[in-house]
């Protein structure tokens, strides 16, 4: 079961979102930094925060909390944007914590339930047991598509 | 094959293109020439000459063999023993075409079927006779040339030809369309107009089209040329860029702020510099789309019966590269149309006491810092009648809607989504075609399109384009907390509305908004009403994240009526009437609806470049784009035209009757000012008091001298100082790449200055307010917008002393101390207030101010000690004129100086003016006559009893 989900190995950034602790392999993420100003924008989709400009590039910034209809108890010290690339597009998601980076083993992995902490499963591609805690990981096709909101 | 035939067929590839490229218009131009041009000739000849060189050493055949029989007819023609005739130009016309096509499809070049081509070159080389028989046969299966082949015996076919422009349809209808092999023409009765348009499509009608759009995707999207001139010049700044930026480093390693200064200026010019070096770069003349409208205007009239001359004017008008390709198909459009339904046949043309001609003029150039192109026939024109009937039948309007409409806007309903999408078929006479296209077309980049049209005299449409798209000259305003770019296209003026005009001036019809803007109602858009406008963003230090956008967004949307919005509006304004600050109001175009935006504030305007932006904004309209600011942070580039969708604001609001009548009611009457525009540099315009000019001299570069270290010029007979605006509020230098400049004399003190100008633009009676805050600076004494573009409006006097003040020093007349006497100063411009204010100050008075009559009377009474009262005539609540007479009313004030200042002198003002008891007349921003007026007029008074 395990290997139709991650067939390797991976480094995995966990970082959190409200309740759920969330993960993204390491090649999936272009850069993390603390949230600059985020000018709001006005777009269809109410998960989106607003753009920034990253050296010169506009960059969308994507509530992820809001986006899995989650709620969100937000450790204000510690926003952070995780950019990552979709298609030719630069996104950042706003999450509310960076925790760690870990190696996840592919035998790990596990399928998601139907809901994890609230949000739906579509979001995540599977569950990696971190030595005490489960990480979802996050399914970002699934979660960036504007076509599903 | 290798690698280095790879390179050489690549080689014979693009050089083919290029000589194709002009082929076109050789054969054209052979075409309209009496007699015989070799050198054009052998021009051709050579390029098919090359072509068959090379598609022989590449193993081509097919191509190799078309080169070769077009070769033979122009060889013929080169002896004279050929005669260029129309039918012979066409053949080669379409040959030309499909070596174009081969060229570019080499791999399957050797499948076009060229025998048709290969038949038709035969004939004409046994003689045309026999030419005329392998034409017809050739074209049997087409329908319209089936139709024509009754007409066409061989024996007059030859005839035909000689007469060719008497008889245009029969001589070149069945040549054109059979020499080209792949081409079938539907029944030209049935439906010419989807017909032209769907030829536009097809690469064989619009050869040249087909083949430099192709051009374009496969070479010319990676490649452009430019010239080696303009790449020195980038050199030079690249150089020069490195030599500041060294002194930059020193300096800031130094810690020397002396050096800081000149460094971070010389940055600023040479990023400018080299921003308009690379942006011209991307630029390229229009003639690279005019130039095919010389073929389609020649194929389309043969094909429709008509005569038609084609003006082309300002070919070399420069567009960005992007603006350019995207041009080819709405101007096409236009063109087709204008070819189809806009010009009459030449009996019509007769019946109507035309010429046969038919004349369709091109166009293109500068206005305003845009581009202008002008697509204009002399043809039947549309009727608006026609178009109004259209329009009621469609539901689009209702019959009291159109009747409200002038004839000018109902033309331009064609305009109007799905005005016309169902009568292509049937009705040929009327315009109209996919206008809604052209539009759109065109709004993709940045254009707008107007109609012009009268009955029986011809149509007129005007694209307005943006030189660029890259960057785009905007206006940057705030609205809550967010900043927004406005592209200056669409902005027609900004409005700034006093506290106390408010309530007459802004009304609710309805429920919406409407701004009195010169006895037209103008919709108020708030965006705020659509847009979520609290703060969102989430600090850093706080963290502090807004919640509750959303709820608040969608309950606008839902019950999106507009009373909600209204209401808004009126509390916006209250708040600002009692935080005592006018309204702004930014006033847009969207095609051809104008509504005014409220903003908070109207920040400067500024070259943006435009970003992108991501997936999740395709949905919405309203944005074009962002921008980065100087500060680093984010605005949204607006779009106009979506903003009014999303508003729902129709154009149908500005005509409903019931806000006419109230328009009429109390327009007051503003202050005009006449202003001459003038240009310092492109995109450079400055606005300077027309009052003040004495006169306007033209002079040619070689005049100029330098005396003493001053550019002066020898002018009737003593030397003219001059000053330029470059160093002293430009950055730029004087353009004068015309080798003659303007001179602009005005009058200090008692000697004469010239102020050099690269062009004189326009002389405008303005009159709105001038903006005294936004472009304020040194040597700028406030800004305006006229006709869409932002005019720096030049203080004559600021500018001399900031250009050498030493030298100027004894010019202008420097203050002789306090005189301590007040004057007091009734004006409701803000910006003349704030002028006149200072000039009087600087020669030491005490200046009092006070924005109307009644305001005026006030003031007067409280301050006994007033020497002397200057007054506007125009006012709110109170006019001078008024003002003037309940002063002089009383007996106390029997004496004292009244002067009326204005900006635009009359004998009839001035008359009223006297007897109303105004001592004297003055001009607003003559600062002489003012400061010498008071000095003359104003005495100590004694504090009556």
Redesign the interface.
């Known amino acids: 079961m395990s290997e139709a989900l991650f067939l390797e190995d991976t480094e995995i950034i966990v970082f959190r979102v409200g309740e759920i602790t969330i993960g993204l392999p390491i090649t999936e993420v272009r850069e993390i930094f603390k949230s600059p100003p985020i000018t709001p924008v006005h777009t269809a989709y109410s998960y989106v925060n607003g753009v920034i400009n990253l050296r010169g590039s506009i960059v969308t910034i994507i509530d992820l909390g809001k986006r899995m209809n989650v709620p969100i108890k937000r450790n204000v010290k510690a926003v952070h944007i995780v950019l990552v690339e979709i298609g030719e597009e630069l996104i950042g998601l706003l999450v509310d914590g960076i925790e760690d980076s870990v190696f996840a083993s592919s035998e790990n992995f596990f399928p998601v339930p139907a809901t994890v902490n609230g949000a739906d499963s579509n979001f995540f591609h599977a569950l990696f047991r971190r030595e005490e805690d489960l990480v979802a990981m996050l399914n970002l096709e699934k979660t960036l598509d504007i076509d599903d909101t | 094959m290798d690698d280095m035939d790879e390179e050489v067929l690549q080689l014979f590839v693009e050089e083919s293109r290029e000589h194709l490229a002009g082929i076109e218009d050789d054969l054209l131009a052979m075409e309209s020439m009496d007699g015989l041009d070799e050198d054009l000739v052998n021009r051709v000849f050579r390029t098919l000459h090359t072509i068959k060189g090379g598609a022989g050493f590449f193993d081509l055949v097919n191509l190799q063999n078309l080169a070769h029989s077009m070769e033979n007819i122009l060889d013929l023609i080169r002896k004279g023993e050929l005669q260029t005739t129309k039918m012979i130009v066409s053949s080669l016309l379409a040959g030309a075409d499909t070596v174009a096509s081969m060229v570019d499809n080499l791999d399957s070049s050797n499948g076009y079927d060229i025998s048709e081509h290969l038949s038709i070159f035969d004939g004409i080389l046994k003689g045309d006779l026999a030419s005329e028989e392998a034409v017809e046969v050739s074209s049997e299966s087409d329908a319209v040339a089936e139709a024509e082949e009754q007409e066409l015996s061989p024996g007059d076919l030859a005839d035909s030809e000689q007469t060719g422009s008497e008889e245009p349809v029969s001589a070149t209808e069945p040549k054109t369309t059979a020499s080209d092999p792949a081409e079938s023409i539907p029944p030209a009765d049935a439906a010419p107009v989807s017909k032209a348009v769907a030829e536009a499509s097809t690469p064989t009608t619009s050869g040249t089209k087909a083949t430099s759009a192709k051009g374009a995707a496969t070479s010319g999207d990676q490649s452009i040329r430019v010239h080696l001139s303009l790449l020195d010049r980038l050199m030079e700044l690249a150089g020069e860029l490195v030599l500041t930026r060294n002194a930059l480093i020193q300096s800031v390693e130094t810690g020397d702020p002396s050096l800081l200064q000149p460094a971070a200026k010389k940055v600023d010019a040479i990023t400018s510099q080299l921003q308009r070096a690379i942006m011209s770069t991307r630029m390229q003349t229009i003639d690279i789309v005019f130039s095919k409208f010389r073929r389609i205007v020649r194929d389309l009239s043969g094909q429709l019966g008509k005569q038609i001359n084609l003006e082309i004017l300002g070919e070399d008008v420069e567009l960005d590269k992007t603006i350019i390709e995207a041009l080819g198909d709405p101007l096409t459009h236009l063109v087709r149309n204008s070819i189809d339904h806009g010009l009459e046949t030449p009996a019509q043309r007769k019946e109507a006491g035309k010429p046969a001609f038919g004349q369709l003029r091109l166009h293109a150039f500068h206005e305003a810092g845009q581009v202008v192109i002008e697509v204009s026939d002399n043809g039947a024109g549309i009727d608006p009648q026609r178009i109004a009937r259209k329009a009621i039948e469609k539901g689009m309007m209702s019959e009291e809607e159109i009747a409200r409409m002038s004839e000018k806007d109902i033309v331009r309903l064609i305009f109007h989504p799905g005005f016309s999408t169902a009568e292509e078929v049937t009705d040929i006479s009327g315009r109209g075609v996919g206008m809604d296209v052209v539009r759109q077309n065109l709004a993709k980049v940045g254009g707008v399109a107007d109609i012009e049209s009268e009955l029986g005299v011809g149509t007129t449409i005007r694209v307005k384009l943006p030189l660029t798209l890259a960057i785009i000259p905007s206006v940057l305003v705030g609205i809550s907390t967010?900043n927004f770019a406005i592209p200056q296209v669409n902005v027609v003026e900004m409005v700034g509305i006093a506290p106390d005009e408010i309530k007459t001036r802004i009304q609710h019809v309805g429920g919406v908004a409407m701004l009195r803007l010169r006895g037209e109602l103008v919709p108020l858009i708030e965006l705020s009403d659509?847009?979520?406008m609290t703060?969102?963003?989430?600090?850093?230090e706080?963290?502090?994240?807004n919640e509750e956008?959303?709820d608040r967004?969608?309950d606008r949307r839902e019950n999106d009526n507009s009373d909600e919005a209204t209401k808004d509006l009126r509390r916006g304004v209250e708040r600002r009437e009692s935080a005592d600050s006018s309204v702004n109001i930014v006033i847009v175009a969207a095609g051809a609806f104008k509504y005014g935006i409220r903003v908070d504030e109207l920040h400067e305007s500024a070259e943006i470049v435009v970003?992108?932006?991501?997936?999740?904004?395709?949905?919405?309209n309203?944005?074009s784009g962002?921008t980065?600011l100087g500060d680093?942070?984010?605005?949204?580039i607006l779009d106009v035209d979506g903003v009014r969708r999303l508003s729902g604001a129709s154009e149908s609001q500005q005509t409903d009757s019931d806000m006419r009548a109230r328009d009429a009611e109390v327009e007051r009457d503003v202050d005009s000012c006449s202003i001459l525009i003038i240009q310092h540099a492109q995109d450079e315009v400055y606005a300077v008091p027309l009052q003040l000019v004495a006169r306007i001299e033209r002079f040619s570069t070689q005049d100029l001298q330098n005396v003493g270290g001053r550019k002066a010029i020898s002018y009737r007979g003593g030397i003219l100082p001059l000053i330029s605006l470059e160093g002293i509020v430009s950055s730029q230098a004087l353009d004068v790449s015309a080798k003659e400049f303007y001179v602009i004399v005005y009058t200090v003190g008692n000697e004469e200055i010239g102020l050099m100008a690269s062009d004189i633009r326009d002389i405008v009676d303005y009159r709105d307010t001038i903006d005294n805050r936004t472009h304020k600076r040194a040597g700028i004494a406030g800004s305006m917008i006229v006709n869409g573009e932002i005019l720096q409006f030049l203080d004559l006097y600021g500018i001399l002393e900031l250009d050498d003040p030493e030298w100027t020093g004894h010019l202008v007349s420097k203050s002789n101390g306090e005189t301590g006497l007040t004057i007091l100063l009734v004006e409701d411009s803000p910006f003349f207030q704030s002028q006149m204010k200072k000039e009087i100050e600087a020669a030491g008075f005490i200046v009092l101010t006070a924005d109307d009559g009644l305001l005026g009377l006030e003031v007067l009474h409280s301050h006994p000690e007033i020497a002397m009262v200057l007054t506007d005539i125009e006012m709110p609540n109170m006019d001078g004129l008024e003002m003037v007479r309940a002063i002089r009313a009383q007996p106390k004030y029997k004496d004292l100086p009244l002067v009326a200042v204005t900006s635009l002198a009359g004998a009839t003002a001035e008359k009223k003016g006297i007897e109303a008891g105004v001592d004297e007349y003055q001009i607003k921003l003559d600062r002489e006559q003012l400061v010498d007026v008071c000095r003359r007029l104003a005495k100590p008074r004694a504090v009556s009893a």
Request: aromatic residues 14%.
């Open positions: 967010e659509f847009f979520d703060q969102t963003y989430i600090d850093a706080t963290g502090a994240v956008r959303r967004l969608s970003k992108p932006l991501g997936m999740h904004f395709r949905g919405s309203e944005f962002a980065i680093g942070t984010v605005a949204l």
